[in-house]
């Protein structure tokens, strides 16, 4: 299986990313896992790591939707003015325990390329990376 070149989880829950690093890690996912506990945190990442876009700008982002100084509503909205070629470069999806259907469609219109529903599993990476990543697709 080939290794994405950066994966960027955005959770204020620490053992939450601890659980989806180790995870990641163990399926051999992504060469590089990056972290931020909050909305802004993701957008300082992406500016640092992605300008100009490179290799170890993240090709996956799971995002939660519930965190405090920036949410992933209002990530996703930020986001949306970078440059255009580091969002076509990024899959971005939801991993969050919220069922408030005003979130759900708000984040709909928002480029999320899907949602999951914490916690992420084996089952749910392999599905997520067969439907964006397919190993006949050369790297994004």
Same mark, same amino acid.
């Given at each position: ?18 659980? +989806? ?8 996912? %992504? ?7 909050? $909305? ?11 300008? *100009?876009?490179?290799?170890?700008? *993240? ?6 939707? +519930?965190?405090?100084?920036?949410? $992933?509503?209002?990530?996703?909205? %930020?986001?949306?003015?970078? *440059?255009?070629?580091? /969002? ?11 069922? +408030? *259907? ?6 709909? /219109?928002? #480029?999320?390329? $899907?949602?999951?529903?914490? #916690? ?13 990543? #397919? ?6």
């Amino acid at each position: 299986m080939f290794k994405l070149p950066s994966v960027l989880l955005v959770d204020d829950d620490a053992t939450t990313n601890y659980l +989806n690093k180790l995870l990641l890690t163990r399926l051999q996912v %992504a060469e590089h896992l990056l972290v931020a506990t909050n $909305g802004r945190e993701a957008l300082a990442t992406l500016t640092q790591v992605c300008t *100009p876009v490179s290799t170890s700008c *993240p090709a996956l982002i799971l995002l939660d939707l +519930n965190m405090p100084v920036m949410n $992933g509503l209002e990530f996703l909205e %930020a986001y949306q003015h970078l *440059p255009l070629p580091q /969002q076509r470069a990024i899959v971005i999806v939801l991993l969050t325990t919220s069922v +408030n *259907p005003r979130d759900l469609e708000r984040a709909r /219109q928002l #480029p999320i390329a $899907g949602t999951l529903t914490k #916690p992420l599993t084996q089952e749910k990476i392999q599905a997520l990376l067969q439907e964006h990543f #397919p190993p006949s697709e050369p790297m994004r």
